[in-house]
């Protein structure tokens, strides 16, 4: 089993930047992946990103693409989003999960964070 933390959630001016941190700890050798998602009021919970642990391949979702930047530090064990010009529609609950493989579903979901952008 793999404990995933998230923070550095917060209140942010459009335009602004956050960094978000997902501290993991536990069997975390078996993670293939680690990925960001988010759930906004009301919506479900979408695809923001993702990083291979072993290599640091990473795969961002459109709405977030050239604004967003996934990253890790394998001595931590720690993932981090970096986010840059936010916008109210980032606005959401924002969770990291990890993947053991290709076929397997993402799991060991953090307790979230939450990010607000004013307009």
């Known amino acids: 089993q793999v404990q995933l933390v998230e923070s550095g959630g917060g209140l942010v001016q459009a335009g602004g930047s956050l960094r978000l941190s997902c501290a993991a700890s536990?069997?975390?050798?078996?993670?293939?992946?680690m990925g960001w998602f988010r759930q906004a009021p009301g919506k479900e919970r979408e695809f923001v990103a993702r990083?291979?642990?072993?290599?640091?391949?990473?795969l961002y979702a459109d709405s977030v693409k050239g604004r967003f930047t996934i990253s890790r530090d394998n001595a931590k064990n720690t993932m981090y989003l970096q986010m840059n010009s936010l916008k109210p529609e980032d606005t959401a609950v924002y969770y990291c999960?990890?993947?053991?493989?290709?076929?397997?579903?993402?799991?060991?979901w953090g307790q979230g964070t939450q990010v607000t952008v004013s307009s």
């Open positions: 999960a990890t993947r053991t493989n290709n076929y397997a579903a993402y799991g060991n």
């Open positions: 536990g069997r975390t050798f078996s993670t293939y992946y």
């Open positions: 990083i291979t642990w072993s290599n640091g391949n990473t």
